[in-house]
Nanobody, 127 residues
Framework: QVQLVESGGGLVQAGGSLRLSCVAS????????MGWFRQAPAKEREFVAA????????DYADSVKGRFTISRDNAKNMVYLQMNSLKFEDTAVYYC????????????????????WGQGTQVTVSS
């Protein structure tokens, strides 16, 4: 199990950028596939992006493809979400999540596959 803490959220104008960070505790972070999910008020939690534990495989929701980039630094126990060209509809609480193991290229879009979650960080995009 790892503990996850997100940071980097805030208020930004449409078209702007933010970089979310997620720091993990635990020595086995390097074997965790990681994902970012988001939840807007009165909406279901939705997949945003995922990265395999090796970093060699990534996946993105169609709504963010080409605008968001997920990356990780296993030496620092960090995973990042660079968000560019932000839109009003990107407004949500963003959660970092992790799942241990799997093949080096494993990623998942299913929130039920993830065992460990952060507390979330609010991203608000003004139009």
């Amino acid at each position: 199990q790892v503990q996850l803490v997100e940071s980097g959220g805030g208020l930004v104008q449409a078209g702007g950028s933010l970089r979310l960070s997620c720091v993990a505790s635990g020595r086995i972070f390097s074997r965790y596939a990681m994902g970012w999910f988001r939840q807007a008020p009165a909406k279901e939690r939705e997949f945003v992006a995922a990265i395999s534990w090796s970093g060699g495989s990534t996946d993105y929701a169609d709504s963010v493809k080409g605008r968001f980039t997920i990356s990780r630094d296993n030496a620092k126990n960090m995973v990042y979400l660079q968000m560019n060209s932000l839109k009003f509809e990107d407004t949500a609480v963003y959660y970092c999540a992790g799942v241990y193991g799997g093949r080096s290229y494993y990623t998942s879009r299913n929130h039920a596959d993830y065992n460990d979650w952060g507390q979330g960080t609010q991203v608000t995009v003004s139009s």
